[in-house]
């Protein structure tokens, strides 16, 4: 199949030519046609599967036809996070340099105004978190029935995000006759629900959902303790055996995880950016942009942050916790190991995690050996449960790795990964839970609606401030956080 075969307008042909596209993915060689159409498509498919392509190009297509007109945008197109849908506008500058259009990017974290006058200029595209579009919308700075074509991208994200009640709220605000493309990885019964009741007779597409894990990625379990510091303490070991590491990201599950990784790693010594749901807009672009540029060497994020995020093939991929949901983990170590390239994927598991563990095992039907740490690592009597496997011991070098960045301020100089079994971490002082409470009531929320409700299907995700079970609450507080650090 050609992109010349699928009906695309010359203009829109000229624009993937200049992209470098030589041949449609298979997601778009099935939706385009039935896009340009103007039925209805559903889509599974998930990030990495040219699904943005799938949806821009068809639009550029049918948008040559009629102009913006003030405060009446004609398309939508909405997305879980800022991330994706900034990166959706990326692709709107990348394939639609020959149309000059009129593209608004309204998302929460950034100015409102310029937003506005965007909008009031008259835009062609709308890309737009659910929060940010309901303020537009409620503040009468947006009119919707003039919305040709919908898009609902990562619908199965936007559930676990607590976003259903907006998406339903705005297809009924706009015309009933407009088209809809919606695209979500998986189709949970919620999701069918929705799309029963806001797709009209679709083209149902589906391209196969990754199961299973590139060879090219060596994929390790580390044994770890539940305790929290004991698990930071285990990660920094395994970080430390690693002596090829060019560029890493660790996932957490939770966004207070994430931040408490960072502060830790960072103390440490280790040249540590985050990014989670909490951070401003800038903070993320920027962080995401040092993690390009080779200026931060380990990115610790959560799976709602790192969602279909464009960023670079990485080295290493270590899960800090295992992913409550088996295809987390697929779409985790998918980071590394592309294009025939050699990746490392290390996974902490503790004994309560070892059901998710037998979860994610099961989907991608392999069974992964254990990394031997070596002494101290506290893990061996904590993860007793955890399936018997043979272990393999890592490739050490005469001298540990030192950490990238300066040396650690509030703590000692890396240790070599057999070093005697540290003490076991303070009590908490009285003031931490304080302190932990009053940094999550600081903490911005991502979007003015916020997540009303996880779904039970994710229990772990990065939608919920409350501290994961095995922080600040348990009596876990790190001693360098109570102190006064300046962390770099
Ligand atoms: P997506 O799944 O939309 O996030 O796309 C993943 C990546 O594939 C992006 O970097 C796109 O630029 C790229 N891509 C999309 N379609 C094609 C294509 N037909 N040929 C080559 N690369 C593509």
């Avoid at 385009?32 to 599967?49: C, N, W, Y």
């Avoid at 978190?129 to 919908?150: A, C, N, S, V, Y």
């Avoid at 509030?410 to 931490?432: G, H």
Wanted: hydrophobic fraction near 35%; charge should be positive.
């Amino acid at each position: 199949m050609m992109f010349s075969e699928l009906g695309l307008s010359p203009k829109t042909l000229e624009a993937v030519t200049a992209a470098g596209y030589t041949t449609p993915t298979p997601i778009q060689a099935e939706a385009i046609p039935p896009a340009l159409a103007r039925r209805d498509v559903m889509g599974l498919a998930q990030t990495g599967s040219g699904k943005t392509a799938a949806f821009v190009l068809p639009m550029l297509s049918l948008l040559e036809k009629g102009r913006a007109r003030a405060r009446m945008p004609r398309t939508l197109i909405l997305e879980p996070t800022r991330e994706l849908a900034d990166q959706v506008r990326e692709a709107f500058e990348t394939l639609g340099k020959m149309h000059n259009l009129n593209v608004a990017l309204l998302i929460g974290g950034v100015a409102f105004e310029p937003q506005a006058l965007k909008i009031d200029r008259g835009a062609d595209v709308v890309i737009a978190t659910p929060g940010r579009l309901m303020d537009h919308f409620e503040r009468g700075k947006l009119l919707l029935t003039g919305i040709d074509m919908l898009v609902i991208d990562e619908a199965d994200r936007m559930l676990d995000m607590g976003f259903i009640p907006d998406i339903e709220k705005i297809c009924k605000l706009l015309p009933f006759t407009r088209q809809t493309l919606f695209f979500s990885a998986t189709m949970p019964p919620e999701i069918q629900r929705l799309t029963a009741q806001f797709l009209s007779n679709p083209v149902r597409v589906e391209v196969s959902n990754r199961s299973s894990t590139a060879e090219t990625i060596t994929q390790m379990l580390v044994k770890a303790p539940h305790e929290a510091k004991a698990k930071r303490d285990t990660l920094r070991q395994l970080l430390r055996t690693q002596t090829n590491v060019k560029n890493g990201i660790i996932f957490a599950n939770r966004k207070t995880t994430v931040a408490l990784l960072e502060k830790s790693l960072k103390v440490h010594g280790f040249n540590a950016g985050a990014l989670h749901g909490d951070m401003d807009q800038s903070a993320r672009m920027k962080t995401l942009q040092g993690f390009r540029n080779n200026e931060i060497t380990y990115l610790i994020a959560s799976d709602v942050a790192a969602r279909g995020l464009d960023i670079p093939e990485v080295s290493h991929v270590f899960n800090f916790d295992v992913p409550t949901h088996a295809e987390d983990y697929v779409h985790r170590i998918g980071r590394t190991g592309r294009a025939g390239r050699e990746g490392q994927a290390f996974t902490l598991v503790t004994k309560e995690e070892g059901k998710y563990w037998k979860g994610i095992e099961s989907l991608i039907k392999k069974e992964i050996p254990y990394f031997d740490l070596g002494e101290g690592t506290g893990a061996d009597e904590a993860t007793d449960e955890a399936p018997a496997r043979s272990e393999r011991k890592p490739r050490r070098e005469s001298k540990p790795r030192e950490p990238r960045a300066e040396k650690p301020k509030a703590e000692a100089a890396p240790r070599a990964p057999k070093a005697p079994r540290e003490p076991r971490p303070e009590q908490p002082k009285p003031a931490a839970p304080v302190q932990a409470r009053a940094e999550d009531q600081r903490s911005p929320r991502p979007e003015r609606h916020a997540p009303q409700k996880r779904s039970d299907r994710h229990p772990q995700r990065d939608v919920s401030d409350a501290p994961d079970s095995h922080s600040f609450h348990d009596g876990n507080m790190p001693a360098f956080l109570m102190r006064s650090v300046k962390v770099g």
